[in-house]
């Protein structure tokens, strides 16, 4: 409400007065007699004068003379009537500090003779435009010898024109009128203050009224929270169906659909190609490369785009962050690219199962697993007492990877052998009704595979532990030797030098062979690579290619071991693996084959990826474990582990209650893609896509 306030006791300003110039009177002298041409100089010298006295009192006694016109407020207290002491001022800008500061209202004062022959108002409203004031800015305009005043500006909210008016004429027009003119402007500001206060309301009410508001916009906030994922869940339901490669169809899902179904389908992609390998694996043994041909090249082109895949997710969760555009568009490439090596599988299903049609020959099948049975069996007493032998020499942190397989493995060849007398019994069965075989046939082949894998990686730990060993003397020695060489280069390599040497110290200083050979060597070979940059930039010559190469080999090997490790682990325990160890270890695998092959042609380079992937493949390790650990705690108190639990949890055993399908309808296990699911309970995994070997990437198991 725009506001505009005269004192009804503004005064006229004072009259000035002028007297009458009159024009002296000149006699001619006595006894002489002037020329007419005289006087007639005489008399223009004369009005010439007179013109003179009249112009300049004229302009004297003007009415626009020493008038103040309106100007830019610069300061918030203008006097230019100068009838403010320092004390005054004091006064007032305290009064006008409080009032912004407990209302936020500035209240900006200015004392000046006269109004320039305007009207106050004009006058004020033309020095608030100039000013550049805004809806909280009030101006208290004073005039003190044309005795006006005004206060131009917008009522602040909770002042009335009934406060305002008796403001006005109870306190400031008295104050002025007695010349008082701090005491006008400190009661101005006071007034409005108060006014803006008004009576209250009682603290007791106001905190009453606090608590509930806090209580009912928590329950709102808890109700919206609901909804939102209720419909966040149905919105993901509703994604899973969606066409992978439909762009527009998953361009109108929100980002964090898109982040969780990006995450499922790499689950899901993932789980179908170490299915679908570890398949074609045991194909190629049974009909030869030549055969399985067409197969391979459908499995390697649906790795390549898993990989791809894979690395759009790391962008994505690295520590460069994107715009919500950029997100949206990698994922919708991540989903795309993940449906494509899905489809690259589904592809050959029916020609895979045609070729391994386990029924033809499944007496002669079932008596070679029983035979692998054996041959596993008999490693089981051996892999025992490596990993006994490993655990009285090592700390329980060094063995930690596979403290479990030898146990995993009996799991395994006990499931397997439930499944072996099962497909007899099915072959037993007249035909028409041996379908129960195929199943049995794949999960006991399953099963044998992993628990190959499981004594095989007790056996390669040893291997990787006495590696590390036999490497640690040469590359702790290589450590002291660069140390020493760095000594002389201290001057020259600066920070980074220092950090270097600083690592490197500390990689000697806690080096033990004898408790943790392998994050022993790590550590060295990790710290002699970053002392060798560093010593290389200080110097500024390249490092010489022959202790080049033996650290890249030293580090090949270091990030070799951990991604072996790392992709053992995942693979037999894949059913409680998510996105996130699955995709440390896809760039891992990246980083090493970029490695190995920039190897031959730029040797710094290639160390940077081996150092990228030894991390990689660390960090993959303990994001698997915390999975298997999250999934192990979730499953039931009274299944007591077991061969099922642990043919689940190895993705042997799959979930059948799965999302909703691309595809639609259901499927039974074997060479394909899509993302199908139907039936209930478990099936074996089998050679394709993730509508063949699907899990439930949440929840329990069992």
């Not at 909804?227 to 919105?235: F, G, I, K, Y």
């Not at 398949?279 to 399985?292: I, K, Y």
């Not at 380079?605 to 660390?618: E, K, N, P």
């Amino acid at each position: 409400m725009p506001l505009s306030r005269k004192s009804s006791a503004t005064l006229r300003p004072r009259a000035s007065t002028s007297g009458q110039v009159r024009p002296a009177q000149h006699g001619r002298p006595s006894g002489e007699h002037a020329s007419v041409g005289d006087d007639r100089r005489t008399g223009q010298r004369g009005r010439a004068l007179i013109g003179v006295m009249i112009a300049a009192l004229v302009v004297l006694c003007a009415p626009g003379a020493g008038a103040e016109p309106p100007s830019r407020m610069g300061p918030r207290v203008v006097d230019s009537a100068g009838v403010l002491s320092a004390s005054d001022e004091g006064q007032v800008l305290d009064a006008i500090d409080t009032l912004y500061r407990d209302h936020q209202v500035k209240l900006w004062v200015i004392y000046v003779r006269d109004f320039a022959s305007m009207a106050p108002q004009d006058w004020a409203a033309r020095t608030s435009s100039l000013s550049g004031f805004s809806d909280r800015d009030l101006l208290l305009a004073v005039a003190v010898d044309d005795r006006g005043y005004w206060l131009d500006g917008t009522l602040p909210e909770g002042v009335s024109d009934a406060e305002l008016d008796s403001l006005l004429a109870g306190s400031v027009e008295p104050d002025l009128r007695d010349q008082k003119w701090a005491r006008a402007a400190v009661d101005t500001a006071e007034g409005i203050g108060s006014a803006m206060r008004g009576g209250g309301v009682p603290w007791g009410v106001l905190i009453l009224i606090g608590l509930a508001v806090i209580v009912v916009a928590g329950g709102l906030m808890l109700f919206s929270r609901k909804r939102r994922s209720a419909r966040d869940r149905a919105e993901l339901t509703t994604a899973r169906e969606v066409d992978p490669t439909d762009s527009a169809a998953l361009a109108t899902l929100s980002l964090p659909t898109l982040h969780e179904l990006s995450r499922e389908r790499l689950v899901e992609i993932d789980d179908a190609v170490r299915t679908s390998a570890e398949e074609l694996s045991l194909a190629t043994s049974e009909f030869g490369d030549t055969a399985v041909t067409p197969f391979r090249s459908a499995l390697d082109a649906a790795r390549a785009a898993t990989a791809k895949a894979f690395t759009i997710r790391q962008q994505l969760d690295d520590a460069i962050p994107e715009t919500p555009d950029q997100q949206r568009a990698l994922l919708i490439e991540l989903i795309a690219t993940a449906g494509k090596a899905d489809r690259e599988l589904d592809s050959q299903v029916t020609d895979f199962d045609a070729m391994r049609d386990l029924l033809i020959d499944a007496p002669t099948r079932l008596d070679t697993l029983t035979r692998d049975i054996i041959e596993l069996t008999a490693r089981m007493p051996g892999s025992e007492a490596e990993l006994a032998r490993l655990g009285s020499t090592y700390p329980p942190s060094v063995i930690a990877l596979i403290h479990d397989n030898v146990r995993m493995a009996q799991e395994r060849i006990t499931f397997a052998e439930n499944n072996i007398d099962s497909a007899r019994t099915a072959l037993t069965q007249p035909v028409g009704q041996q379908g129960g075989a195929v199943a049995a046939i794949r999960a006991a082949e399953g099963a044998i595979g992993q628990a190959r894998t499981l004594l095989d990686a007790v056996e390669q730990a040893a291997t990787n532990i006495q590696q590390a060993r036999d490497g640690l003397p040469a590359a702790l020695d290589e450590l002291r030797a660069d140390l020493n060489s760095a000594k002389s280069l201290t001057e020259f390599g600066g920070a980074d030098l220092a950090a270097a040497v600083s690592s490197a110290t500390a990689a000697l200083n806690t080096s033990n062979a004898d408790s943790d050979p392998l994050g022993t060597f790590h550590n060295a070979v990790t710290a002699d690579a970053e002392l060798d940059l560093a010593i290389a930039a200080a110097s500024d010559r390249k490092l010489a290619v022959e202790d080049l190469r033996r650290r890249l080999d030293r580090t090949l090997t270091d990030a070799a071991a951990r991604i072996d490790a790392a992709s053992s682990f995942i693979t037999t325990r894949r059913g409680g693996v998510d996105a996130e160890a699955r995709t440390r270890l896809s760039e891992a695998q990246r980083h090493l084959g970029e490695a190995r092959a920039l190897a031959g042609s730029d040797l710094e380079r290639a160390l940077v990826s081996a150092q990228t992937a030894a991390d990689l493949g660390g960090r993959a390790m303990q994001a698997a474990q915390a999975n298997v650990q999250a999934w192990e705690t979730r499953q039931p108190m009274s299944g007591g582990g077991g061969s099922q639990t642990g043919a689940v949890l190895g993705g042997i055993l799959l979930n059948e209650l799965l999302r909703g399908a691309m595809s639609g309808g259901s499927r039974r296990g074997g060479f394909g893609g899509g993302y199908g699911g139907g039936g209930g309970g478990y099936r074996p995994g089998s050679y394709g896509g993730s509508s063949g070997s699907r899990r439930v990437s949440r929840g329990g198991r069992f």
